[in-house]
Each structure stands twice: as structure tokens, then as C-alpha cells.
């Protein structure tokens, strides 16, 4: 019996092989887009949350030995602080009012999302991760989790402030231009995971910037992530601006989606923000 008798549709995915780890476990979980709120599909494998991209051709298929695969789409998964997957439903679990901090909650309430069960595969991971951004109790061997927007602003900073030292080592027009420039670029590369309220308003009145402030930039371009809770359920979006290449960027990139007609190597397919032009 061939492979893929009986299977009803392929993928191929590019992510690390988990084959040779002993007892691994890799999952497909369907999330909510930390920024939309869209149910998206990312990848658990081995204690490690990436998140799944694709590109495609205008036309293409792929050949799996004797069998053709009619998607020519190639997904790649990459891994992506959870933090920023799980800040929405902390934030929502702390049930804030005015200037009262909120409420402190046991992790097993805040990671229950009706919908959303994948959520629940993630308790160990969230458990050490958003200690960093949370104020912890322990009541005997539980633990009570409140969201901190003092370490959620840090967290953000430090996020914001190692991303603008690596662009200029990813494309010599990050190196060219003004230091202020490239780091208002990072922010905005991190505005692709954040709400405009409060988390990316509040990091930029922290780094003191304005992010409309912006004259004569190229905008920065983002393969598309996978939607819903398979890959079966990504379908191509391209989303428009309106605003003239002329004028002041907005708050916000639009996510659009990488179609080549021509063949191109595997950097320029898989590069996470690009720049056009100079």
C-alpha cells in the first residue's frame, strides 16, 4: 500500500525534523492570531510553537515520488515567542476595570478558550514563559497569574530594542539608514503580533515614537501565515492600504501575499521582512 492511499490531500511543510528526538510530539493546534483574533494554524512540535507560512506560485504542483500533489504551495513552519500567542488571553483573563490591575487567576482558567482546545496543549509552555510579563502567587503547589503591564512594556522594549540590532545584518538597507528609522522598522515588524490598544501604543510612547511619522519608506513585505485549524484552510489574502507610496506610512503593515511568476532562490522565497527598493 502506497503512502498516500486513503490520505484525501497533501502539504509539503519545511520544519525542523523532530524524527530523531525519542518520544516526540508534533501537533497541529489551532490558535488565536494574537492581533486578529482569527483562528490560525500553528505548529507544537517538542515543546516549541512556530508558526506556519506559505508560498505559491501563480502555478504549480509538486511530485512526491510516483504521486502528484495538486497545492503547489510550500509551507514553512517558524518558531514564535509564545508570549506574544498567549498576551490576549492573559490580558482578557486579569477581567481589568479602570486602574484596578485585575484579578489574579489559576493558569487552567486563563488557557480554557471555548473553541480553541489547543490552547490546553500549550499549559506547561505558558507556565514558564509568562512569568516574565505576569505577576505570580503560589497558594501551596498553585500558581495565580495576573498580567503586569510595567513587565509587558519591558518585554516589549527589549523585544523591540534586539530586533533593531539584527536588521542590519539581515539587509544592507537596515545598515544604510538612521538608527531611530530601523528601530520604528522593528516596532512595526512586532505590530504584526500586537494590538493597537494598549500594547503597541504603549511601547511606542515608551521608545518615544510615532509611527505615522513616516516620509518616502518602502514598505516592508511578510509571507502570509496559515488560517483556521489545518493547512487545508489557508487560502491567498492580499490586503490593500490605500495610501499612496507617496505619502505617510501607516500605523500598521498590511500583510500581502508573495506571488513570483519566475523561479527564486530559497532566501529571497523564506525572507521574514524584505525590503524593495532602497
Not at 497545492?71 to 479602570?98: C, H, N, S
Not at 514558564?128 to 497558594?139: A, H, L, P, Y
Not at 544592507?172 to 522598522?185: H, I, M, P
Not at 515588524?189 to 521608545?207: A, H, N, R
Request: hydrophobic fraction near 35%; proline fraction near 5%.
Amino acid at each position: 500500500m502506497a503512502w498516500w492511499e486513503g490520505v484525501d490531500e497533501t502539504r509539503v511543510l519545511i520544519a525542523p525534523d523532530a524524527c530523531t528526538i525519542e518520544n516526540h510530539v508534533t501537533d497541529l493546534l489551532s490558535l488565536r492570531h494574537p492581533k486578529t483574533g482569527d483562528a490560525t494554524c500553528y505548529l507544537y512540535s517538542d515543546g516549541v510553537l512556530q508558526e506556519l507560512h506559505w508560498f505559491k506560485q501563480s502555478y504549480g504542483s509538486w511530485f512526491l515520488g510516483d504521486y502528484v500533489s495538486e497545492d503547489g504551495r510550500l509551507y514553512i513552519a517558524t518558531p514564535v515567542d509564545p508570549v506574544f500567542i498567549l498576551l490576549p488571553i492573559f490580558e482578557e483573563a486579569r477581567m481589568q476595570k479602570g486602574d484596578d490591575p485585575g484579578k489574579f487567576r489559576q493558569l487552567d482558567e486563563i488557557i480554557y478558550i471555548p473553541g480553541y482546545p489547543g490552547y490546553q496543549s500549550l499549559s506547561s509552555m505558558a507556565d514558564k514563559t509568562m512569568q516574565v510579563v505576569c505577576d505570580v502567587k503560589e497558594v501551596g503547589s498553585t500558581k495565580f497569574f495576573r498580567l503586569n503591564d510595567l513587565k509587558v512594556q519591558t518585554w516589549l522594549c527589549h523585544k523591540a530594542h534586539r530586533l533593531k540590532q539584527t536588521l542590519p545584518t539581515l539587509d544592507k538597507n537596515f545598515a544604510a539608514q538612521d538608527v531611530k528609522e530601523t528601530l520604528r522598522d522593528a516596532v512595526l515588524i512586532l505590530g504584526e503580533y500586537l494590538v493597537e490598544e494598549p500594547w503597541l501604543t504603549l511601547l511606542c510612547d515608551k521608545l518615544q515614537l510615532n509611527l505615522n511619522d513616516r516620509r518616502n519608506a518602502p514598505a516592508l513585505e511578510i509571507l502570509p501565515t496559515s488560517s483556521g485549524n489545518d493547512l487545508a484552510s489557508s487560502k491567498p489574502t492580499q490586503v490593500n492600504n490605500g495610501v499612496d507610496k507617496k505619502s505617510t506610512r501607516t500605523t500598521l503593515l498590511s500583510k500581502k501575499t508573495k506571488v513570483e511568476k519566475d523561479s527564486h532562490n530559497i532566501k529571497e522565497m523564506f525572507g521574514r521582512a524584505t525590503r524593495k527598493g532602497s
